[in-house]
């Protein structure tokens, strides 16, 4: 249905968005880990209007109708993008939740109308479907794009490579093909996301879904088979530019985030492992001489740990790595939000300067060893996660796991799952909010999308 | 009816394409905004006009060629006014079915054919065509004014008329609201300001068709 109007929550640049009013519901992707036992994963419905009696309690569940899925990233089916000038379509609606399976390669669209706190799934796109019109599987991060929403995949039907994108229509759903023309030396995938005012697509790398799908293999990390570039491509003509290596050592470069402001030609990237020092590390992507070149900003050392205190793949080490496995970065593009799911540190860095950061906050919460507790609960395991930040930069929702087959490498005593809320101080700080607590039974939650948008589901257009 | 009506109807379509985002003056101040320059703004809007008026120029050179061209002059007035009609239902059933186009940085050429792409896919040119069967010259009619003068050369200084009205107009409303946006307003203005006019615009496809069978 076309509106009259742009969709309100469409904002020309992510200064305006920064405006935005407050969310009052979250979305929140929860897998079941044990899908032999027949439950089904969902999508739930969280309450965030302090106002409502019901705040902070989950309100409305969608379950998924095959077990198994392995719900993970997901995203909306417009958003600020439609009001770019090349392609405009301002008057769609920011409605459907597009919610891949990760395992399943099933691509749920989810109508978040007439009643945001009882969606329903309105189609099922096939894993049959993206295969034969796009030949991939395994979907995982979703933009609204300028002309069609834009899909990862992991990887072919098989399991093997190569992973890409694929387009689907924002508003039939139809899976439009393959996005690449000339994909030159990219083999993996995992994130992407753009510079939309340099015309610049770019992508990162994780392993194909046979290197992963049982869990990360320890000789492949230290064999360092694994991903470890980013990709440059021409957004225009869908080709590869540039491989940006991160080398020797380091493995899985995972979440993309981009300057909200498309004249900046930069964006941060996390690192998850190096394989020298179990350490982990945040990259900026830039341009610079006519050229994109990536530079280490940020190294997060390991922390000393006794052997008793670790699952087993880590015995060996006497470490915890700090894992930041998921970034966030604020929409006026100073604070950056890194979630380190080993040592379970969330960490705020000032990144006004992008090759200058500076630490600004941190907070403990769960964690390998630390187990750090929340004042409502006592000790967590499992850590923060995927971080979610709200548009005007002052709530931060994480949650505690990470993909099934992993969690179980990491916290072998089984993730419970829970989301948490930390406050953040427009001028830096960053503190945990010590009634917020929300937990969840046999679920586990993994990304979080706000109500109306958030800091990493738009791209905008202009400054 | 006045004699100047055609005229005042070409370029109130060209001021509508001005006052369209989609159309241009949007792209304009993006460009500018990229680079912080006005003068980039101001740069833009010329290969979006001449892009528009390309686009344009195929429908007037094509009717003005037929009106010429005799025993066809029969079949095109029907044809024109069901391709309008027939254009307007697709547009109707298929909003979004526009060329694809996802690129920031953009030459003047690019920009015009950026500009041909739209205003092609808007059928900006097909309006037209009910004026253009009013103001073009048939063979064997005798024109109002311009009886003395060959066929050929009146069909071509009115084809150059409705490019010039149409395209002055859309230029004056386009750099007009482009520079107010850019200078004055900002932006923000989109949220409030950018109406869904296709249903009125698909309509007025239909009935420009329409209206063609009998005017």
Redesign the interface.
């Known amino acids: 249905m076309a509106l009259w109007k742009p969709d309100p929550t469409f904002y020309p640049s992510s200064r305006m968005a920064t405006a935005a009013p407050p969310e009052t519901l979250a979305y929140i992707v929860a897998l079941n880990p044990t899908p032999s036992n027949g439950r089904h994963d969902a999508l739930c419905v969280l309450d965030l209007d302090p106002k409502s009696s019901t705040y902070g309690r989950l309100v409305g569940q969608v379950e998924m109708p095959n077990v198994g899925d392995e719900l993970h990233h997901f995203g909306w089916n417009a958003c600020s993008a439609a009001l770019c000038p090349y392609a405009p379509h301002p008057h769609v609606e920011r409605r459907y939740l597009l919610v891949p399976g990760l395992r399943s390669s099933r691509i749920h669209v989810i109508d978040t109308k007439p009643d945001p706190r009882n969606p329903r799934i309105v189609r099922v796109i096939e894993a049959e479907e993206i295969a034969s019109r796009a030949g991939y599987s395994r979907p995982h991060t979703i933009h609204c794009g300028p002309d069609a929403i834009y899909v990862s995949a992991l990887g072919a039907p098989n399991g093997e490579g190569p992973g890409g994108i694929f387009l689907l229509d924002c508003e039939t759903f139809d899976v439009l093909g393959r996005w690449e023309i000339d994909r030159g030396p990219q083999y993996f995938a995992y994130d992407f996301w753009w510079n939309l005012g340099h015309d610049v697509l770019v992508t990162s790398e994780w392993g194909t879904p046979n290197m992963f799908e049982k869990g990360l293999v320890p000789e492949l990390l230290l064999g360092e088979k694994y991903g470890r570039a980013v990709h440059v491509w021409d957004l225009k003509r869908r080709t590869h530019v540039r491989k940006l290596d991160a080398g020797e050592g380091y493995q899985l470069v995972f979440e993309l985030r981009p300057a909200h402001d498309p004249t900046k030609a930069y964006g941060f990237v996390n690192c998850v492992l190096s394989t020298k020092d179990l350490s982990g590390s945040i990259w900026v992507w830039h341009r610079a001489n006519g050229d994109w070149t990536m530079k280490k900003i940020i190294d997060i050392p390991a922390e000393p740990a006794s052997e008793d205190q670790l699952p087993p793949m880590l015995k060996g080490f006497k470490a915890v790595p700090p894992l930041p496995t998921d970034i966030n970065l604020s929409l006026d593009d100073r604070f950056l939000y890194v979630s380190c799911w080993g040592t379970g540190d969330m960490k705020q860095y000032d990144l006004s300067d992008p090759f200058n950061p500076k630490l600004t906050g941190s907070v403990r919460l769960g964690g390998i060893v630390s187990h750090a507790p929340h004042p409502k609960s006592g000790p967590l395991n499992g850590a923060m996660q995927m971080v979610e930040v709200s548009r005007d930069g002052r709530r931060i929702y994480v949650s505690n796991s990470l993909y099934s087959a992993i969690d179980e490498q990491f916290y072998p005593e089984g993730i419970k799952g829970w989301v948490a809320k930390l406050d953040a101080n427009p001028s830096g700080g960053l503190a945990l909010d010590p009634n917020f607590l929300v937990q969840f039974e046999h679920l586990r939650p993994h990304q979080i999308r706000l109500e109306g948008g958030d800091c990493s589901s738009d791209s905008f257009c202009y400054p | 009816m006045i004699a100047e009506w055609p005229w005042i109807v070409v370029a109130l379509l060209g001021a509508y394409h001005g006052l369209d ?2 159309m241009g003056w ?2 304009a ?2 460009l500018g ?2 680079e ?1 320059r006005r003068s980039k703004v101001v740069w833009a809007l010329v290969p979006i006009a001449l892009g528009h008026l390309a686009s344009i120029a195929i429908v007037v050179a094509l009717v003005g060629g037929l009106r010429l061209a005799g025993p066809l002059e029969t079949c095109l007035r029907p044809a024109g006014a069901i391709a309008l009609i027939l254009f307007g239902v697709f547009r109707f059933l298929w ?2 079915a ?1 060329p ?6 953009v030459n003047s050429l690019e920009l015009g054919l ?1 500009s041909f792409l739209m205003a092609s896919a808007h059928g900006a040119g097909l309006m037209l065509f009910p004026i253009l069967m009013d103001v073009m010259p048939m063979k064997g009619l005798a024109m109002r004014h311009r009886g003395h003068m060959p066929i050929i050369a009146h069909t071509a200084l009115e084809g150059l008329a409705v490019l010039a009205v149409h395209t002055a107009a859309m230029l004056l409303v386009m750099g007009t609201i482009a520079l107010l946006v850019y200078e004055r307003f900002g ?2 203005i ?3 300001a ?3 006019l ?1 249903f009125v615009w698909n309509g007025a496809l239909i009935a420009a068709g329409i209206m063609s069978f009998f005017v």
């Open positions: 985002p989609s949007l792209f101040v993006a905004l990229q912080r909003p979004r526009h694809r186009w996802v690129a920031m940085r950026w932006l923000a989109l949220k409030s950018w109406v869904n296709d």
